[in-house]
Nanobody, 123 residues
Framework: QVQLVESGGGLVQPGGSLRLSCAASGSIFSIHDMGWYRQAPGKQRELVASIVSSGSTTYADSVKGRFTISKDNAKNTVYLQMNGLKPEDTAVYYC?????????????????WGQGTQVTVSS
């Protein structure tokens, strides 16, 4: 019903930058929220940043001032601009969205996950 396609991951040196993109497609009536989670080896998956339809954003304390989440409503796409990357940012990053589907009830929000993209910060 809904697919999320992620791009932009890779290998970068400490202090460098990357921009992740996630495009949603399918039978989407409206997008309630989009966000990025990450999971490092041996750690739990954690919320990195999220943005709701109004444009309000939320960030993990560990990335505040370094990462910026934004969206393009016309493209159903969310971005994560990552600056000042640190080795501890190394993880698989997953895109996530909560949407209402065509033909569904307005308050029936479905959640979907992207396949994940690897971000490695190393010298």
């Amino acid at each position: 019903q809904v697919q999320l396609v992620e791009s932009g991951g890779g290998l970068v040196q400490p202090g460098g930058s990357l921009r992740l993109s996630c495009a949603a497609s399918g039978s989407i009536f409206s997008i309630h929220d989009m966000g990025w989670y990450r999971q490092a080896p041996g750690k739990q998956r954690e919320l990195v940043a999220s943005i709701v339809s109004s444009g309000s954003t939320t960030y993990a304390d560990s990335v505040k001032g370094r990462f910026t989440i934004s969206k393009d409503n016309a493209k159903n796409t969310v971005y994560l601009q990552m600056n000042g990357l640190k080795p501890e940012d190394t993880a698989v990053y997953y895109c996530n969205t909560g949407v209402s589907l065509y033909g569904g009830r307005p308050n029936d929000r479905r959640r979907y996950w992207g396949q994940g993209t690897q971000v490695t910060v190393s010298s």
